[in-house]
């Protein structure tokens, strides 16, 4: 065997016994909490905590295979890029073990940062962010959207548009799609399965999110990275993928018009929910604040259980994860503006070869090289025609190197001297 080929298997094995050892990591399953917690809460009136417990985890058999794949690591880009992966899993598989304690909200944090951590320009932060969203979307509320009269759509109806939808892209390889009565979201998506809870109450544009969200992005990166025969790594939703996963989830509800202001504003909430609790609000103080906004308990209920899922419900330790979508949306939208400003079109696709974090793209460009990373099977049709998304991000690179505040400056004076009475 000559040395590429020694080099190759290499890659290929760390790859498998890191895709072993993330396998016992299943992080939202692990934190779900039973209905019958939430009867309770609301047969107290909603005025005690939630009595929550937590089945126990292991870690052992996940830092073992860790540290056997650390054992036959190089110094290699491609090796500091396995090396992420193991802290991840490592990191992954230590705060399932540590539910219910601080210790969680520590390794949480160190998985999908905090709300006032800054963004790449060291600058910005998602808390700012969110109440930047906030603060517009609010100004907003005296104007007609145009949006149909609010009805709530079963979960019936939404999965019979994502029936048709995953079997017009996936064909054979369709997930199914399951109505549920317990789930920790309204929709979870694996390779083979996108579940619905029963008792979510749908928008009139949920079902396009959904399909956008769940099927075209995390099923179809699940099944590519499930095609990898020589990374396999690449098959594993780990946390270290999740900003990257959920951003582009998000981002292509953005890019297909499926979004809208309510959907904004729920992920504007979560990091400032989240935010509350690490300066100490308890669950029923992050309960309060929910209801006020949405005024529905048990969405309220919910929203709340997202935070406080596997930390500590009186507050300070909370669970970080509901930070990266918008987060993760700003990255990935950075990243794409990026690609366009500097002609790499070619880098597009590669953001979709499986579950994977925008700053492993130039190891995958080398793998790819290599003959171990396999383009895409399925990718969305914002991406598969990408004729719309180039114009957009054409346009948008011309419009970053303008100076906004003075053109910003120009028409605030203007608007500023029209009466505000128009609705």
């Known amino acids: ?29 692990h934190l779900e909490w039973h209905r019958d917690i939430k009867r309770q809460f609301f047969a107290n009136n909603a005025k005690e905590l939630p009595k929550v417990s937590y089945p126990g985890f292991d870690p052992r058999k996940t830092l073992a295979l860790v540290n056997q794949a650390r054992g036959l690591l190089g110094s290699s880009d491609v090796d500091q890029w396995l090396q992420r992966i193991s802290v991840k899993l490592e990191y992954g598989a230590l705060m399932m073990a540590s539910v219910g304690t601080k210790k969680f909200y520590e390794f949480s944090e160190k998985l999908y940062d905090k709300p006032t951590n800054a963004f790449t320009d060291d600058k910005s ?18 104007y007609d959207l145009g949006a149909p009269p609010p009805m709530c759509y079963l979960a019936t109806d939404i999965a019979g548009q994502m029936e048709l939808a995953v079997a017009k892209m996936f064909g054979d390889e369709a997930p199914k799609i399951e109505i549920v009565d317990e789930l920790s979201a309204n929709a979870l998506a694996n390779p083979k399965l996108i579940r619905l809870r ?31 025969q020589h990374l396999k790594i690449l098959a594993a939703g780990h946390p270290g993928t ?24 729920r992920l504007a909430d979560r990091i400032i ?4 609790s690490i300066d100490g609000a308890d669950f029923l103080d992050v309960y309060h604040y929910f209801l006020t906004r949405i005024g529905n308990e048990s969405q309220a209920y919910e929203n709340s259980r997202r935070v406080f899922r596997g ?24 990243f794409l503006k990026a690609i366009a400003a500097n002609g790499r079109a070619d880098c597009l696709k590669l953001l979709f070869c499986g579950k994977l974090d925008i700053e492993d793209i130039p190891v995958l460009y080398k793998l790819t090289a290599m003959g171990l990373c396999q383009p895409a099977k399925y990718l969305p049709p914002w991406v598969k025609d990408a004729r719309y998304l180039l114009a957009y991000l054409t346009c948008s690179d011309f419009l970053n190197k303008m100076d906004m505040p003075k053109v910003y400056s120009h028409y605030d004076e203007l608007l500023h001297s029209i009466p505000q009475k128009i609705s």
């Not at 080929?5 to 895709?19: D, F, K, M, N, T």
């Not at 951003?247 to 809208?260: K, M, P, R």
């Not at 930390?311 to 950075?334: C, S």
């Open 311 to 334: 930390g500590v419900l009186t507050g300070g330790a909370p669970f970080t994860k509901d930070g990266v979508y918008l987060e993760g949306l700003i990255r990935v939208h950075n």
């Open 273 to 276: 929910a989240i935010q509350m």
């Open 1 to 29: 065997m000559n040395k590429i080929a020694e080099e190759q298997a290499r890659i290929h094995q760390i790859s498998a016994i890191l895709y072993s050892a993330s396998q016992p990591i299943r992080i939202l399953s």
């Open 198 to 228: 029963r008792t979510a109450c749908f928008t009139d544009l949920d079902a396009q999110q959904l399909i956008n969200h769940e099927a075209y992005i995390h099923v179809a990166t699940s099944i590519n990275g499930l095609n990898q």
């Open 125 to 142: 932060t998602p808390l700012e962010l969110a109440n930047s969203f906030d603060k517009k979307i609010s100004s907003y509320a005296n």
């Open 242 to 265: 999740t900003k990257t996963q959920e951003g582009l989830a998000v981002f292509s509800e953005y890019i297909t018009n499926s979004i809208d202001l309510d959907r904004l504003r």
